[in-house]
Nanobody, 125 residues
Framework: QVLLVESGGGLVQAGESLRLSCVVS????????MGWFRQAPGKDREFVGA????????YYTDAMYGRITVSRDDSKNTVYLLMSGLKLEDTAVYSC??????????????????WGQGTQVTVSA
């Protein structure tokens, strides 16, 4: 059974930083692209960022470009999302997902298969 567990969310003030973690079990983590998505109240789920299976490629949404970094530690089966300069509009549930074979890394939800339940990030003024 594939399991993804996000952590690190919470209540932060605008301008602050936060690092989210996603621990993956049930598959060969080092063989999978990993993505981060978010869903804000009243909005569709949107792509945030992704990292290739070998860590050589990263992709970021324009909405957060320059404020986020996706990284991975294969020894811990963990992918990270580091966010800085948080804004009110960043408030959302952030979820991680495993890439889906045979598709390559991408920003569509169709590029991913297993999903975590998400962790809430709330940014206050």
């Amino acid at each position: 059974q594939v399991l993804l567990v996000e952590s690190g969310g919470g209540l932060v003030q605008a301008g602050e930083s936060l690092r989210l973690s996603c621990v993956v079990s049930g598959l060969a983590f080092s063989h999978y692209h990993m993505g981060w998505f978010r869903q804000a109240p009243g909005k569709d789920r949107e792509f945030v960022g992704a990292i290739s299976w070998n860590g050589r490629e990263t992709y970021y949404t324009d909405a957060m470009y320059g404020r986020i970094t996706v990284s991975r530690d294969d020894s811990k089966n963990t992918v990270y999302l580091l966010m800085s300069g948080l804004k009110l509009e960043d408030t959302a549930v952030y979820s991680c997902a495993t890439g889906r074979s045979p598709y390559g890394i991408g920003m569509s939800r169709n590029n991913y298969s297993a999903w975590g339940q998400g962790t809430q990030v709330t940014v206050s003024a």
